[in-house]
């Protein structure tokens, strides 16, 4: 099993930025695929951004241009950087880890822009 903690979340005004971090308890293979979620009260889980084992990104479109995802496999660790955050972003925010075969979660982070 791995356990994936999330951090950096928090109230932001809009415009401002924030960076999320997502460490997993163990050592993350090289070939796992990471990706951020986000969810709002009575909606379903929407994909943000994905990072391959390659180093491939994918995002969603009406974040690209302003989050960027990154991953540090030495230190077991994704990244979203936010940045030009706007009150639709609020969300809480899910780091995923996956392969074909395995499929890890976060227990989310709340992220809040408003003035």
């Known amino acids: 099993q791995v356990q994936l903690v999330e951090s950096g979340g928090g109230l932001v005004q809009p415009g401002g930025s924030l960076r999320l971090s997502c460490v997993a308890s163990?050592?993350?293979?090289?070939?796992?695929?990471m990706g951020w979620y986000r969810q709002t009260p009575g909606k379903q889980r929407q994909f943000v951004a994905q990072?391959?084992?390659?180093?491939?990104?994918n995002y969603l479109d009406s974040v690209t241009g302003r989050f960027t995802i990154s991953r540090d496999n030495a230190k077991n660790t994704v990244y979203l950087q936010m940045n030009s955050l706007k009150p639709e972003d609020t969300a809480v925010y899910y780091c995923?880890?996956?392969?074909?075969?395995?499929?890890?979660w976060g227990q989310g982070t709340q992220v809040t822009v408003s003035s």
């Open positions: 995923r880890v996956y392969t074909a075969l395995d499929d890890y």
């Open positions: 163990r050592r993350i293979f090289r070939f796992y695929s």
């Open positions: 990072i391959t084992s390659g180093g491939s990104t």
